[in-house]
């Protein structure tokens, strides 16, 4: 009992002692209308600023996940695969704000500047629009000549285009 006691005690000044902004999860300089933030501690900073990440993603999976209609098995994990891709490519956009050590234990704070995340989005989106848009034109030219074959060949191209369109809509829509 009396161990028990002492060791509620010291966890309890160890999260007393981490920085506000990691036990709030957010810092009033980086709003939540402008930024999307992400908190890690670990005694490695590496392993501090991967957990930042991964709260980073989380919320962005989440939203995603809201928001994609559910297919057949396969189209979903083809789905799934392309978000985590646009999720890894939108987390090498994220900026360190906060680092703080304190007993061995780095904490810091990560965040995501929505306005710049959404124009790389945007601009994404608009590349990969021309691109199908184009892929279909030649489709239906080819169909239009019968030459079903180089039509379906062009086709295998374009679907996953639109998959990782879907995917970039749904983060941009976030």
């Known amino acids: 009992m009396k161990y028990s006691l002492l060791g509620l005690l010291f966890s309890t000044i160890i999260v007393i002692a981490a920085p ?6 957010s810092d009033a300089a980086y709003p939540t209308e402008k930024y999307i933030t992400g908190v890690g501690e670990s005694p490695v900073l590496k392993r501090a600023i991967a957990q930042a990440k991964a709260h980073i993603a989380g919320q962005l999976k989440t939203t995603i ?7 057949t098995t396969d189209s979903k994990t083809i789905q799934s695969q392309l978000t985590d891709s646009r999720v890894s490519q939108t987390l090498s956009n994220t900026q360190l ?17 929505k306005q710049q995340y ?5 601009s ?13 034109l ?37």
């Open 97 to 113: 704000v906060r680092q703080v050590e304190l007993d061995g234990v780095y904490y810091v704070m990560l965040v995501l500047n």
């Open 65 to 71: 996940n809201q928001r994609i209609i559910i297919e």
């Open 118 to 122: 959404i124009s790389g989005l945007r």
């Open 20 to 25: 506000d902004f990691y036990r709030i999860g």
């Open 138 to 174: 030649d489709i239906g030219r080819l169909l239009d000549n019968r030459q079903y074959q180089t039509a379906l060949d062009y086709y295998t191209v374009v679907l996953p285009m639109s998959r990782d369109y879907d995917a970039k809509r749904s983060l941009y829509n976030y």
């Open 124 to 136: 994404d989106l608009q590349d990969l629009a021309e691109k199908i848009y184009n892929q279909n």
